[in-house]
């Protein structure tokens, strides 16, 4: 039987991280949380599980969060999960038998749920629900060194195969948090734009923010999800719009 390494990324993370740890170690062979806050709740949190460890590393961005942490998994396939996402039994199982039985391909994909705000929505730019992310893969063959510096995943992978059950994302539980995200995602988003050379001009400036709204509430599906929706559609228009004005700083800055 194949051993796993599964890592979650933390920052001072408290309200599913205990969830999360005990759903994790009964797949697992070994947990790490790269924790980037100084409370020291994930210390307490790890102690009352033999396989998890915490280390600390400053984030930077989440790209080389998570390349740092593939690096320190001892074993050569790994599972990743972030302190608000939720696995299911089902999921579980699925990996619990894979591990029985082999792990054929790199990477393999999981139906997420998102829950933005207290509410399962339709869609959270830049992506719909349920998404389809990969969440487990094989590090000897698959990093995430050539990923965006935000909404990053791992690339590489000759092979892909699909894991039963499901992911429960619960993010932005407040509007508070959903600023804050908003604040510190369009940060990377903008080095992202500089670093694909992507056109930054006042026409995607004026246009792309309400090409965004459009696109995100009404033909990936928020308007289904009422005012909650109406709040994530706006969040799809700040985000494009802050992304393309922080970029802009950056070239007239030179940075």
Not at 51 to 63: M, T
Not at 149 to 172: A, D, Q
């Amino acid at each position: 039987m194949e051993q796993l390494s599964a890592f979650i990324l933390s920052k001072d993370s408290e309200t599913h991280l205990p969830e999360i740890l005990n759903a994790l170690s009964t797949v697992s062979d070994e947990i790490l949380i790269i924790e980037s806050g100084i409370t020291g709740k994930s210390e307490s949190f790890a102690g009352n599980f033999e396989k998890a460890r915490v280390i600390y590393k400053e984030f930077g961005n989440f790209r080389d969060q998570r390349t740092f942490a593939t690096d320190c998994c001892m074993h050569d396939m790994v599972l990743f999960v972030d302190s608000d996402e939720i696995p299911d039994d089902n999921f579980l199982k699925s990996i619990h038998e894979l591990k029985q039985s082999s792990f054929e391909h790199d990477a393999y994909t999981v139906s997420r749920k998102w829950n933005v705000l207290g509410k399962n929505v339709h869609c959270m730019y830049p992506v719909t629900s349920p998404d389809n992310p990969v969440k487990l893969f094989r590090k000897s063959r698959v990093s995430f060194s050539s990923s965006n510096l935000v909404h990053e995943s791992p690339k590489g992978y000759r092979s892909v195969g699909r894991l039963g059950g499901s992911i429960n994302h619960i993010t932005m539980r407040t509007k508070e948090e959903l600023k804050s995200k908003l604040e510190s995602y369009t940060n990377f988003a903008s080095h992202d734009l500089i670093l694909k050379r992507k056109k930054v001009n006042r026409f995607n400036m004026l246009f792309s923010p309400v090409g965004a709204f459009f696109k995100w509430y009404f033909f990936r599906g928020g308007y289904k999800d009422g005012y909650i929706g109406l709040i994530l559609g706006g969040y799809s228009y700040q985000y494009t719009l802050r992304k393309y004005l922080k970029a802009n700083k950056l070239l007239i800055n030179g940075s």
